[in-house]
């Protein structure tokens, strides 16, 4: 089994930067594609990135705002989010597609959420 684990969330104030985490854990043998979402309330979830291949792609509307990175030996990813506005507030979630095995099946997992809140 395999859990994905968000964290680094919390309150800032618009302007500042914010970095979030994605720890995965369990039985790993490769991680595969990763995102990112969010989901504000009253809203739907909202994409923010996909990491295919080594190939990062966002959402127009947080291009140059928002960058996703990788430490493969720690099995985390992380999502960079600077110039953070209060419309930034949400909950933010990872997702990724993990094999167990070399050879396996490549299965989908999210993590729990963290809250993010920018204060004006």
């Known amino acids: 089994q395999v859990q994905l684990v968000e964290s680094g969330g919390g309150l800032v104030q618009a302007g500042g930067p914010l970095r979030l985490s994605c720890a995965a854990s369990?039985?790993?043998?490769?991680?595969?594609?990763t995102g990112w979402s969010r989901q504000a309330p009253g809203r739907q979830r909202e994409l923010i990135s996909i990491?295919?291949?080594?190939?990062?792609n966002y959402a127009d509307s947080l291009k140059g705002r928002f960058t996703v990175s990788r430490d493969d030996a720690k099995n985390t990813v992380y999502l960079q989010m600077n110039s953070l506005k209060p419309e930034d507030t949400a909950v933010y979630y990872c997702?990724?597609?993990?094999?167990?095995?070399?050879?396996?099946?490549?299965?989908?997992?999210w993590g729990q959420g963290t809250q993010v809140t920018v204060s004006s």
């Open positions: 369990g039985t790993i043998s490769s991680i595969d594609a």
């Open positions: 997702n990724a597609n993990v094999r167990s095995r070399l050879c396996g099946p490549s299965d989908n997992y």
């Open positions: 990491t295919s291949g080594g190939n990062a």
